[in-house]
């Protein structure tokens, strides 16, 4: 069974703590998580083309959707250097969070900013193998993953890239 969503209700003269700011943050992320999945699906919506430049894998910016609901936003171009192996990897965009705004309090110094973003993750596993029925613009797995965007092998000594199935 899942947990209930919920919302703060608001009144006038309510004392507000941390978790009501909370619970309202959690609401809407939420929302916006479900919405992404389940009217859009996971996968590519836009750009995120990856191509090789000597010994460096390319991705260029653009945008995708992971199977929790997470937008992966790609704003520059990224770079990352070719494994030194020359067994078959994949690239995927992963969504991540970084924390930012220190700020002294109480117990020691916290952070006021959550920083949304997206890495580049080169990989030997495809991160969305045994989604076969659950393909980009399905709801996908509901876990947080990087989505796939392509396969790349050695083939007569130069590498061969080929674009995963996209399209959320």
Same mark, same amino acid.
């Given at each position: 069974?899942?947990?209930?969503?919920?919302?703060?209700?608001?009144?006038?003269?309510?004392?507000?703590?941390?978790?009501?700011?909370?619970?309202?943050?959690?609401?809407?992320?939420?929302?916006?998580?479900?919405? @992404?999945?389940?009217?859009?699906?996971?996968? =590519?919506?836009?750009?995120?083309? =990856?191509?090789?430049?000597?010994?460096?894998?390319?991705?260029? #910016?653009?945008?995708?959707?992971?199977?929790?609901?997470?937008?992966?936003? *790609?704003?520059?171009?990224?770079?990352?250097?070719?494994?030194? /192996?020359? +067994?078959?990897?994949?690239?995927?965009?992963?969504?991540?969070?970084?924390?930012?705004?220190?700020? #002294?309090?109480? @117990?020691? *110094?916290?952070?006021?900013?959550?920083?949304?973003? +997206?890495?580049?993750?080169?990989?030997?596993?495809?991160?969305?193998?045994?989604?076969?029925?659950?393909? #980009?613009?399905? #709801?996908?797995?509901?876990?947080?993953?990087?989505?796939?965007?392509?396969?790349?092998?050695?083939?007569?000594? /130069?590498?061969?890239?080929?674009?995963?199935? /996209?399209? +959320?």
């Amino acid at each position: 069974m899942t947990n209930p969503v919920e919302r703060t209700n608001y009144f006038l003269g309510q004392l507000l703590g941390v978790a009501d700011y909370d619970r309202e943050q959690q609401y809407f992320l939420h929302r916006l998580r479900s919405h @992404n999945r389940f009217a859009h699906g996971w996968g =590519v919506l836009n750009g995120l083309q =990856v191509a090789i430049d000597g010994q460096d894998v390319v991705v260029k #910016p653009g945008v995708a959707i992971d199977c929790e609901g997470n937008e992966l936003h *790609v704003h520059d171009e990224s770079r990352s250097p070719l494994p030194s /192996s020359t +067994a078959p990897f994949f690239v995927g965009v992963r969504y991540v969070e970084a924390l930012s705004a220190p700020a #002294p309090a109480s @117990n020691g *110094v916290r952070y006021g900013v959550v920083v949304e973003g +997206a890495e580049v993750e080169i990989a030997l596993v495809n991160a969305t193998q045994g989604h076969a029925k659950l393909g #980009p613009g399905t #709801p996908g797995c509901g876990k947080r993953h990087a989505v796939v965007l392509a396969r790349a092998r050695q083939h007569k000594g /130069s590498w061969q890239l080929r674009r995963a199935k /996209s399209g +959320a």
